[in-house]
Structures are given as C-alpha cells and as structure tokens.
C-alpha cells in the first residue's frame, strides 16, 4: 500500500488526474503523488481497446450510469448519464473524436472569468501541448507535434479506411453551400471538417497510457468520502487530507486536487462543507463555505440521434456489410466528416431575445455570425439504435455545440455512497430549441433533398410508433421527435464553474490548497468534443502548480 502522506493527493484517476500527475512528475520527478480512482483498473479487459468494445462500455460496470430526475421538457424521461467508473475515466469510455472548440469560445471563457490565459491565444500553448498532430506541420503555430496524445484524421490513419459514404456526403453538404474547411481544429469550426480522433492504429488511447503510470502511485478502488481541512494562519481552512469510504485517510503536504468529474467533484466539494449553506446544514453537514454556486450550472452537449435506410446497401456503405471485410474499417468511429453550422440570424434572435426578457441567456456572442452552434456527424453504423447492424442503415447525430439550458444537481444524504440529484434541465431554452430543430432540418434537407444525398439515402427510419421525419417535416414535427427521443452526448460540465466554485487558476474559493481540474470547471459551453479541451487543461493546471501559483 502506498504511504498515507503524499506531496499532491489527486482524487480521480481519469482524463485530467493523470495528465497532471504525469506533467508533476515530468517537472519535479522528487514529487511523491498519489492518485485515488474509485472505479477499478481495466487494462485487462479487452473492450477498453478497440472499436467494438467502445459500443459496449455506456452502462457496464465501467460507467457510473447515473440517473436524472424527469426532464419536463423531453416528456418527463429519466437520462442516463455516462461518468467513468474506472482507471483512465472517460479516455475509457468516450468515442475519440478530437475537435476543439471555436476561439470564440475560449475567448468568451476568459471574458467570463477576466483571465486572458483562458483565451483562445493564451489557451492554445496548453492544447498543443497536448498532441501528437498528424498535420502538426502545415500549421505549426496552432497543432502540436511532440505531445502524449497521437491525433489523426480517418483518411490518414490507414490508406484503406476508405468509406464509400465520404464523398458523396461532401457532395451533399455543398449542395447546401457548406465548404469543406481544412484547419477545422485551428480556432475555427465552421464548415465540412474532417473528423479528428486519437485512436492509434486502432486502438484506444487511455490517458493512463498516454501519460503513463509512472508519474504515481495508484490505488483503486479507494472512493473518496470528503475533504478534511485545517485551520491555517492566515485564518482560512485549508485542505489537509481526504477520507475514503472505508475511512482510510490520506495526507497531503503540499495540495490536494479533485478531478472526479462534473458529478462527483461537486458532491465531494458538499459532503466537504462547501456549498449551498441551507443544504449541507440540512443533511448535518458542517458549512465550511456557503457557496450557493457548487452544483448549478450544468450543461451538456444535447443532440438528437436519427437512423436512416440506405437505398443500395448491397455496396457495403454500412457497417455489418460482408463488403466491410478489411480490419481498417474498424480503426475507429466510422465516419469521415464533422459538419459544424451557426443558426440563421433570423431564426435566432427572436429566440435570443424570448430568453433574455426572461433571464435564462444573456450570452450576447451567440449572436456573432461566426459561432457554430451545431455539429452533425454521419456515421456509417447504426449500433445502439433498435434496427439490425446489417450494413442497411447508417445514423446522424446533430448535437448542440454551444448548449444555453443550464442544469444542477445537489446531494440528497451525507453518505458518499447516495448518488446526487441530478436536474440536467436539457432543451429548456427557445436558443436551444431554435438552434437545434434547424440543425436537424439541415441533416433532413443533406439527406433527402440533394441529388447527392437521396441517390444513397432512401429515408429516416423512425423509431417505434413515430412517424418519420422528412424534408417537409414542421418545426413542431421536429420538436416534438427532439422532445421524445433527445439524448445528450455524454458531454457533462460546469457545476464547479471558474469565476464562482474556483477562480482562474483552479483554486477553491474561501479556503487554501484544494483546487478543482476536470470538466466541472469549465464555465461556459465550448465547442467539439470536450477531450481536446480537457487535455489541455490538465496541461494548464500542471503549469501552474509547478510555477508555485
């Protein structure tokens, strides 16, 4: 067993955990840092590696699987809620799609927060720092070329992963005056960009392994209870130890850090006595600091996931077909492009402007011509849908890249065992709504109404008692189908939010030597798929700490 003393005690062995333990050790090897995973180690099982097992981890034993309350505006539905229960955290569990967000959107970050390191510029040493860029070389100044995570398009990561789908859905895309864009991952996403992933050679990326393992120990199974802290002199509490479930505690001589994620971070932070004071008080809780913003403003990249018919599947479009017969096929998520949009100005002012008469987005930018407020993906399988994976449907996903509902979620008991509440409140603003049925009567007009896309697609296969949706569909048709079947991407973040829970270098507001570094931080909705970013924050985090600030 580890020693009970550590210099940085890191709770969390995920994404973020291990990026900053690696970069700790890299900068000062006389460290001694000790990480606390509360899932178990799954290097051994053979579904944290490939493609095949990725489909199979949303709801395993690796997956905390939470539980929403009703959500009153999809039909009262209970959401699953994907958090890594396991060594490596979401690295485990996500997809790999690579794609930052806009440098708008980091920008309005440091607007936020008034800390122009948060900015797309001050940021961008951070993301690079991250990556192992394919294409490093034609834009230096925005990719990175020497970091832990190797980073790849499909058509470069093998030359036969070749989809017969590619082309014709860029043809689809121009017909309705979308250009390809060749540097979607450098500060701009609009466009048909190439999807990004950091599968290597078909196989999974764990951050354990990209940064490795021997920047720390690690225990496993060690669940964390709470935070005790101390009375230092300056008259604060400062963070002294953490206490597990089964009542080991352990010791930290310089800091402690949470990087447990946008569900568990907040409860550690409440079962702590930081939070809202009338709550803690009410479950017998010790306030330690009445901060009334742990736990609020959650948000979640929301999306609406559609299955359609292929009208020749006999020419091995889709997955499942005797044609996919070569391994390259499988090296990643089967999909080439990665359509990014902003919402007509027309359309979303007066939905804009419904939401700010009512307090619920005030956000100004999303009205900047340039913000993307929707990805749409094709991809070329239709696994998890209620349709066979024969190689006769592929699937879409449209997803709210800059989502304005907010959420929260509180602790319902002192017991560290209790799942939170979890109000995630999706689909609740008219921007969302606006946002987000344009973006689906987009994929219906790419896949139905281009001489492209209807020469390969024959129509939407609806799910079970809906009828399908078509380029004639209404808003309300469209609406009403987000509203029974909207799912989020597993995208969780906010609810320890920069500029309110922790201030522009991670650090806890009210007391000393606790910092929070994972998705929970981030303030406002940033573009892509959320890995990129999280990398480079862990790499900003690291830097900080090793800087003495």
């Known amino acids: 067993m580890p020693d009970s003393e550590a210099d940085y005690i890191i709770v969390g062995g995920g994404l973020t955990g291990f990026a900053i333990a690696a970069r700790l050790h890299q900068g000062n090897p006389s460290l001694h840092i000790l990480v606390l995973e509360a899932g178990t180690d799954a290097t051994e099982n053979p579904q944290t590696r490939d493609l095949a097992g990725a489909f199979a981890l949303a709801g395993s034993e690796l997956d905390y699987n939470y539980k929403t309350t009703p959500q009153p505006n999809t039909n009262d539905r209970t959401h699953n809620i994907t958090a890594g229960k396991v060594l490596g955290g979401g690295s485990i569990l996500n997809y790999g799609v690579w794609a930052r967000g806009d440098a708008l959107d980091y920008d309005q970050w440091a607007s936020i927060v008034g800390d122009e390191r948060w900015s797309y510029k001050g940021f961008l040493p951070y993301l690079r720092k991250a990556e192992r860029h394919f294409n490093a070389t034609q834009n230096p100044e925005h990719r990175g070329s020497d970091g832990p995570i190797r980073v790849t398009s499909v058509a470069e990561s093998d030359p036969k992963r070749k989809y017969g789908l590619r082309e014709p859905l860029r043809a689809a895309w121009e017909e309705l005056g979308l250009r390809r864009n060749p540097d979607g991952d450098c500060g701009s996403l609009a466009g048909v960009c190439e ?241 987000l049925i344009h973006g689906v009567r987009r994929v219906l007009k790419a896949l139905l109404g281009t001489s492209a896309g209807k020469s390969y697609i024959k129509s939407e296969e609806a799910p079970p008692g809906m009828p399908a949706l078509t380029v004639e569909s209404s808003d309300t048709d469209i609406d009403t189908r987000i509203r029974m079947t909207g799912l989020s991407h597993a995208h969780s973040a906010g609810t320890a939010a920069m500029g309110k829970v922790v201030d522009s270098q991670f650090r806890v507001k009210g007391v000393k030597g606790l910092r929070v570094v994972d998705a929970s931080i981030i303030p406002t909705a940033i573009g892509g798929h959320p890995q990129a970013t999280l990398y480079g924050v862990a790499e900003q985090a690291a830097d900080f700490l090793l800087q003495g600030k």
């Open 195 to 435: 999807l990004l992933e950091n599968w290597n050679d078909g196989q999974r990326q764990p951050s354990y392994a990209a940064y490795g393992l021997k920047a720390s120990n690690v225990i496993t199974g060690a669940q964390v209870h709470k935070v005790v802290f101390a009375r230092c002199y300056e008259g604060y509490y400062a963070a002294s130890s953490v206490v597990l479930t089964d009542g080991q505690q352990y010791k930290a001589r310089r800091e402690i850090i949470l990087s447990a994620g946008t569900i568990r971070t907040p409860q550690i932070l409440m079962l702590s006595g930081i939070g809202p004071g009338k709550l803690l008080s009410k479950q017998n809780i010790p306030v330690l600091v009445d901060n009334h913003e742990v736990g609020k403003n959650y948000f979640n990249h929301f999306a609406l996931f559609q299955v359609w018919k292929l009208r020749n599947p006999e020419k091995g479009l889709s997955m499942g077909s005797p044609k996919w017969d070569d391994q390259a096929f499988y090296k990643g998520l089967p999909c080439d492009w990665a359509v990014n949009e902003g919402t007509p100005r027309n359309l979303l002012q007066p939905a804009f402007n419904a939401d700010a008469k009512s307090g619920k987005v005030t956000d100004q930018s999303l009205l900047h011509p340039n913000r993307c407020l929707t990805e749409t993906l094709v991809m070329y399988s239709p696994v998890g849908a209620p349709v066979p994976t024969d190689g006769t449907f592929v699937a879409t996903s449209v997803m709210l890249l800059l989502p304005t509902s907010r959420g929260s979620l509180y602790i319902l008991s002192a017991s560290p065992l209790d799942a939170p509440a979890i109000d995630t409140n999706f689909y609740d603003t008219e921007t969302d709504r606006t946002a």
